[in-house]
C-alpha cells in the first residue's frame, strides 16, 4: 500500500530536461523502428501478392485449406486486442494518484501476449500436423515467415513488458518522482507498440485468409497482374 508521501529529489528536478530529452529520444526511436518494420512488413506483402499470381500458388484460404476455418486465428487476435486495450488503460491509470489498476492491467496485458504467442504455436502445430508445411506450398512458407515475424515482435516486446512491470513494482515499493517518471514513459512506450503490432496483425491475418480473387485484385491494382 502506497502511504509514504511521494518527494521530488534535487537531482531529478535539477535534470527535468534530461528527462524530457530521454523521453522524446525514446519516442523518436521507437517511431524509427515501427516505420523500419512497416517498410519490412510491406515489402513481404508486396511479395506476397506478386508470387499469388504463379500457377503453382495454392491459397490457404481455399475451402480444402486449413484457412478456410480460422477460428483459432480469430481467438488469438482477441487475445491481441486485450493486451493492446489493457495497455492503453494501464497508460490511463498509472497518472493517478494511488497508480488505480495499472499493476493488474499489466498483468493482464503480458499474459494476453503469451496466450497470443502459445495459440499462435498451436496454429502452427495444426498445419504441421495437417502435412501442411512451409516447403509443401509457397503460400505456407509465406505464413509461417510472416506470422513467425510478428510473433518475434511479440516476444521483443515481451521483454520492454517486462522492464516496465519491473519500474512500476519498483515505484511502488520506493516511490520517487524520476521512478515515476520513468515507469509511465515505459508503460506509454509499451501500449503505442502493442497498437501498433495489433494493427500488423490484422492487416496480416486479412490478407493471409482472403481468397485468391482477392490477391488477383490487388495485383492489378498494383500494377502486378494481367
Do not use: H
Given at each position: 500500500?502506497?502511504?509514504?508521501?511521494?518527494?521530488?529529489?534535487?537531482?531529478?528536478?535539477?535534470?527535468?530536461?534530461?528527462?524530457?530529452?530521454?523521453?522524446?529520444?525514446?519516442?523518436?526511436?521507437l517511431r524509427f523502428l515501427m516505420a523500419a518494420m512497416s517498410s519490412m512488413f510491406f515489402l513481404f506483402l508486396l511479395s506476397y501478392i506478386l508470387?499469388?499470381?504463379?500457377?503453382?500458388?495454392?491459397?490457404?484460404?481455399?475451402?480444402?485449406?486449413?484457412?478456410?476455418?480460422?477460428?483459432?486465428?480469430?481467438?488469438?487476435?482477441?487475445?491481441?486486442?486485450?493486451?493492446s486495450i489493457s495497455l492503453e488503460l494501464a497508460r490511463r491509470s498509472i497518472r493517478q494518484p494511488d497508480h488505480g489498476h495499472s499493476r493488474g492491467l499489466l498483468l493482464l496485458a503480458g499474459l494476453s501476449s503469451f496466450g497470443f504467442l502459445v495459440g499462435q504455436v498451436?496454429?502452427?502445430?495444426f498445419l504441421t500436423s495437417r502435412g501442411f508445411f512451409a516447403d509443401s506450398n509457397p503460400a505456407n512458407a509465406f505464413f509461417f515467415l510472416l506470422t513467425g515475424l510478428h510473433a518475434l515482435h511479440v516476444v521483443g516486446g515481451l521483454v520492454a513488458w517486462i522492464a516496465a512491470t519491473?519500474?512500476?513494482?519498483?515505484?511502488?515499493?520506493?516511490?520517487?518522482e524520476e521512478g515515476l517518471a520513468l515507469t509511465k514513459l515505459s508503460i506509454e512506450l509499451c501500449a503505442t507498440y502493442w497498437h501498433f503490432l495489433l494493427v500488423v496483425w490484422m492487416l496480416l491475418f486479412a490478407l493471409l485468409s482472403s481468397s485468391p480473387g482477392t490477391y488477383?485484385?490487388?495485383?492489378?491494382?498494383?500494377?502486378?497482374?494481367?
Open positions: 500500500m502506497l502511504t509514504q508521501a511521494r518527494t521530488t529529489s534535487l537531482p531529478f528536478a535539477a535534470s527535468s530536461g534530461y528527462f524530457d530529452q530521454r523521453s522524446a529520444s525514446a519516442k523518436t526511436g508470387r499469388s499470381q504463379v500457377p503453382d500458388w495454392e491459397a490457404l484460404s481455399e475451402p480444402w485449406q486449413p484457412l478456410a476455418q480460422t477460428g483459432q486465428l480469430w481467438f488469438n487476435s482477441a487475445l491481441l486486442v486485450v493486451a498451436a496454429f502452427w502445430n519491473v519500474r512500476l513494482s519498483r515505484e511502488r515499493r520506493q516511490p520517487t488477383a485484385a490487388i495485383a492489378k491494382f498494383c500494377g502486378l497482374g494481367d
